[in-house]
């Protein structure tokens, strides 16, 4: 099965701006991946950020955004708070057969 | 309210079983693809296994391929996840999750002698 990779750590600064990215052993991600993206704080369940490459949740702040980006799906948070300091994970889908979480990023803001 | 609860879940011995039923509520559990997804101990999320809405086709993680089985009940909007010759390596909290949408709040499993 494919493996999936994360950044393990990212720092960004309040306000600023941050990408993360999540890709593929089998090649460039595409859309037939829908890439997903999920937030877990310390001692939570994940919550779902991001589905189909760049659809929110209702619940979704406006300062995130999906895209997909030189071969890799992205995550990109613009004007980070102190409360998005957390683990974040990505999933691909792979044609039907499996799914599979990247190792994710714990991103800190600081 | 959307929701989904994890029952089940203990401490049991190396090669033993054990089975975790996830009820779900406010949504239309009959019309989705269904996971489970765990987390070892400090470590990430690894997806286990899911189904699809009539429970006609399953997938596996090569890690518990032919040790668990994913099942669910329309009529009770339940999953469940059953697991046979449990491991060490297994022991890890274990959520369901409607992907798109919402997670569990999970189960811890611990296999320990």
């Known amino acids: 099965q494919a493996v999936v990779t994360q950044e393990p750590s990212l720092t960004v600064s309040p306000g600023g701006t941050v990408t993360l990215t999540c890709g593929s052993s089998t090649g460039a991600v595409t859309s037939g991946h829908y890439p997903y993206w999920f937030q877990q704080k310390p001692g939570q369940a994940p919550t779902t950020l991001m589905y189909?490459?760049?659809n929110k949740q209702s619940w979704t702040p406006a300062r995130f955004s999906g895209s997909l980006l030189g071969g890799k799906a992205a995550l990109t948070l613009s004007g980070a708070q102190p409360e998005d300091e957390a683990d974040y994970y990505c999933?691909?889908?792979?044609?039907?057969?499996?799914?599979?979480f990247g190792g994710g990023t714990k991103l800190t803001v600081l | 309210e959307v929701q989904l609860v994890e029952s089940g879940g203990g401490s049991v011995q190396p090669g033993g079983s054990l089975r975790l039923s996830c009820a779900a509520s406010g949504f239309s559990f009959t019309d989705y693809w269904m996971h489970w997804v765990r987390q070892a101990p400090g470590k990430g999320l690894v997806w286990v296994s899911r189904?699809?809405?009539?429970?006609?086709?399953?997938t596996y993680a090569d890690s518990v391929k032919g040790r668990f089985t994913i099942s669910r009940d329309n009529a009770k909007n339940t999953l469940y996840l059953q697991m046979h010759s449990l491991r060490a390596e297994d022991t890890a909290v274990y959520y369901c999750a409607k992907i798109s949408l919402v997670w569990g709040q999970g189960a811890l499993v611990t296999v320990s002698s």
């Open positions: 189909d490459t760049s």
């Open positions: 999933l691909l889908s792979y044609s039907g057969a499996y799914v599979a």
């Open positions: 189904i699809s809405p009539d429970g006609s086709s399953t």
